[in-house]
C-alpha cells in the first residue's frame, strides 16, 4: 500500500489520508473487503498519530467507504464507495424516466453526456 503525506502541505495529514484512500477504492486497487492496515500500525509506517488515522478511518466509515468488524479489523465497505451507489440508483432512476418517455438509448445518452459537460 502506497499512501504518502506531506508533512509541509496545508491540508491536514488525516484529510491527506481520507483522499487518498477514497481514490484506491475508487479505482478498486482496494476491492471491496479488502482489509485495512490497523490504526496503530498505518499511524506508525506513515509517522502520524494514531488519532489521527482513527479520525480519518471514522470519517470514510461515516461515508460508508469501510467497515469496522471489532476485533476483525477494518475492511473496505462490501458496498463499495457511497458516492457510487448514489450515481447508480440516480442512473436506474434516469433510464427508467426515459424508457416512460420513449427517448431511445442514444438520445438518452446524448442528453446525459450534454448535462455532464455542463
Do not use: W
Not at 499512501?3 to 481520507?18: G, H
Not at 424508457?99 to 459537460?117: S, Y
Amino acid at each position: 500500500m502506497t499512501l504518502v503525506i506531506n508533512p509541509k502541505s496545508s491540508v491536514p495529514p488525516f484529510e491527506q489520508l481520507r483522499v487518498q484512500l477514497l481514490e484506491k477504492v475508487g479505482t478498486g486497487e482496494f476491492a471491496p473487503g479488502a482489509k485495512l492496515p490497523t490504526v496503530r500500525r498505518l499511524a506508525d509506517d506513515l509517522g502520524l498519530a494514531p488519532n489521527t488515522v482513527a479520525r480519518c478511518y471514522r470519517e470514510l466509515e461515516r461515508d460508508q467507504i469501510i467497515e469496522t468488524r471489532g476485533r476483525n479489523g477494518t475492511f473496505v465497505s462490501a458496498h463499495g464507495d457511497a458516492a457510487h451507489r448514489e450515481a447508480q440508483v440516480a442512473a436506474r432512476d434516469y433510464a427508467s424516466r426515459v424508457h416512460k418517455l420513449g427517448v431511445d438509448e442514444a438520445e438518452a445518452l446524448a442528453i446525459v453526456a450534454a448535462a455532464l459537460r455542463g
